[in-house]
């Protein structure tokens, strides 16, 4: 459409498109024509002095103006065809006086050569004419195409502006849907250090297990904003199920004795969710109960009732083999996302270490289990709040990097939240059977403690640096697990409370013992005003089991200062001979 208005102008419409027909064009040349040389005849009869040319210039003129070249020529050769055929037989040339003294018209029939000059004035008149309607319509082509090229220019750049338009807010709403997965990834990643460290804190502090189970469960419930969520264990002996814990909002203790697993403990084995939980040990969801033919009928018309639209179940391994699952329902809500699968996965972990450590208690004295579980509890803290740590600092970082237009850097950041997210995750996982830094696995403490700072704290503003003196002896496994424990606590505090510039880290080996020193520039701490948390308290107690010395230093505004010294002795050989044995 656009090319067929670019060589064609402008479309006549109505009347218009009439006067651009060629046989209407050149009748009208004949009719003016025929009009003018009625006129002369009327006016030669009646006697009535007219100019020779006159009404045959203005047909020509006419014919010229609306018809064009064609039609105009044309009156010209009819205006001298008529003219000589109609009109100089019968000019009039003179009056005769008679002798009476009254007069008589006297009619000759002039010669060609005696109008020449009449008709040079009427050729030279008829060629102005067709030049001046040729020059006419010529510009009103060219004035009408560069119309309508003009319009199509406009058309085009419109086009171009508003395919523009819509690429500019694909644009803006790709950055808006990249900003929102970048706030929905810090979000889970801060309800997943939130719930760590207010579980790990719970289970270091409280003595009843199932006070820890009922603020797990509770936690679970908030962070995926849950109807409830219900704890329940496998009794292998008579193949049912019983309720462990259950929480619905903020009552740890909500059961439904409606539930048809409670009333029935033995029809879980009819849902073929909860089959495919316990064979498979992973997560199973369910987007659709009102529809999904997994679902047996006693629950489907439970949960009916409990205006629950979706639900998950989590299964609580020990072992590699599942001992139960966690129930989450929900009601109206958006698809389960990865990560809050993830998350309840965590989670589900702990509890079920709870329960583990609740069976010790049964089994052991309550002293050695108090101290084992708050061992355990120093390791999960110092392993995975740290860690955790880490992925905000890192989500922080990428954050103000995506809110600069720096892209590639939050990409970095981001990738390196993710690292650090999947293991402390794995740190999780591998805690429910062997709570053992999985980094001395493969470096010694020294390596592995620089390892993590530098995973931890690439890309922020803390900038960090590492000394070694002396040759690194090989030390008891207990005093590496330490020492790198106290090195990840102090890394944290670091990041968390003292907005410092500089880290270091200063190992001194020699032959009478090692010297680890931990240093910030940051705001520092009075030691009288400061509530001596886990933290502190775990480092205490890890110099203390290794027989070594603490010095903790710190003013408002100075910075801390962090010193472990350990003695290389004979004691020191025989605990390195017995974490061998027992390792």
């Not at 008589?104 to 050569?113: A, E, F, N, W």
């Not at 470096?443 to 070694?468: M, P, R, Y």
């Not at 070594?548 to 801390?560: A, F």
Request: charged share 25%; net charge neutral; aromatic share 6%.
């Amino acid at each position: 459409m656009a090319a067929d208005r670019r060589t064609t102008g402008a479309e006549p419409r109505g009347w218009l498109s009439l006067l651009e027909q060629p046989s209407f064009r050149y009748g009208s040349a004949v009719l003016c024509v025929a009009a003018a040389l009625g006129i002369k005849l009327i006016l030669q009869k009646f006697n009535v002095g007219y100019p020779l040319s006159s009404s045959f210039l203005a047909a020509i003129a006419i014919s010229f103006w609306y018809g064009g070249t064609g039609p105009g020529l044309l009156s010209v050769i009819l205006s001298f065809a008529a003219f000589g055929y109609f009109v100089l037989p019968h000019e009039v040339a003179y009056r005769m006086v008679l002798p009476d003294g009254s007069t008589k018209p006297v009619y000759l029939t002039p010669s060609l050569r005696s109008h020449l000059p009449y008709f040079i004035y009427f050729a030279v008149v008829a060629l102005l004419m067709s030049w001046f309607s040729s020059s006419r319509r010529r510009a009103e082509r060219l004035l009408s195409q560069a119309r309508s090229e003009l319009e199509l220019k406009v058309e085009e750049r419109t086009a171009e502006l508003r395919q523009v338009n819509e690429e500019l807010r694909a644009e803006i709403t790709e950055r808006k849907r990249a900003e929102e997965a970048l706030r929905a990834s810090e979000q889970v990643a801060r309800g997943q250090v939130e719930a760590l460290a207010q579980s790990l804190d719970v289970l270091a502090t409280t003595p009843a297990p199932d006070q820890f189970l009922g603020q797990m469960l509770s936690t679970i419930g908030r962070l995926l904003n849950a109807q409830s969520v219900i704890l329940w264990l496998l009794d292998e002996a008579n193949d049912s199920l019983v309720v462990r814990a259950a929480a619905e909002g903020a009552n740890f203790a909500a059961t439904d004795p409606e539930h048809p697993y409670i009333k029935n403990p033995s029809s879980w084995k009819e849902d073929k969710v909860l089959q495919e939980t316990v064979f498979t040990g992973a997560p199973v969801v369910c987007e659709d109960v009102e529809h999904d033919p997994r679902i047996s009928n006693g629950i489907r018309d439970h949960f009916r009732s409990k205006g629950t639209k979706k639900y998950m179940t989590i299964p609580t391994l020990v072992g590699g083999h599942v001992k139960g699952f966690i129930g989450i329902r929900h009601g109206v809500r958006p698809l389960y996302q990865p990560e809050e699968i993830e998350l309840a996965q965590a989670l589900a972990h702990q509890a079920m270490l709870a329960i583990q450590l609740n069976l010790f208690a049964e089994q052991s004295q309550q002293a050695a289990v108090l101290e084992e579980r708050n061992r355990m509890a120093r390791d999960m803290h110092d392993t995975l709040a740290q860690g955790f740590t880490g992925v905000i600092i890192q989500l922080e970082a990428a954050e103000d990097a995506a809110s600069c237009g720096q892209q590639i850097e939050a990409d970095k950041h981001l990738h390196r939240a993710r690292e650090l997210a999947r293991r402390s995750l794995s740190e999780a996982r591998r805690s429910v059977h062997a709570l053992r830094p999985d980094a001395l696995e493969r470096d010694n403490f020294w390596d592995a403690l620089k390892g993590i700072i530098k995973n931890t704290t690439a890309g922020t503003a803390l900038h960090t640096t590492f000394e070694l003196r002396g040759k690194l002896p090989e030390l008891p496994r207990i005093w590496q697990e330490n020492l790198l424990h106290i090195g990840q606590e102090a890394l944290t505090n670091t990041l968390k409370y003292a907005d410092a510039k500089k880290f270091r880290a200063r190992l001194t080996c020699n032959g009478k013992g090692v010297r680890l020193q931990l240093r910030d520039d940051g705001a520092g701490f009075d030691r009288q005003d400061r509530n001596d948390g886990l933290g502190l308290t775990g480092m205490r107690e890890r110099v203390e089991q290794m027989n070594g010395e603490l010095e903790i230093t710190s003013e408002r505004g100075k910075g801390t200062n962090i010193v472990v010294a350990l003695p290389l002795n004979q004691e020191s050989s025989q605990t390195k001979e017995t974490s061998l044995r027992t390792s």
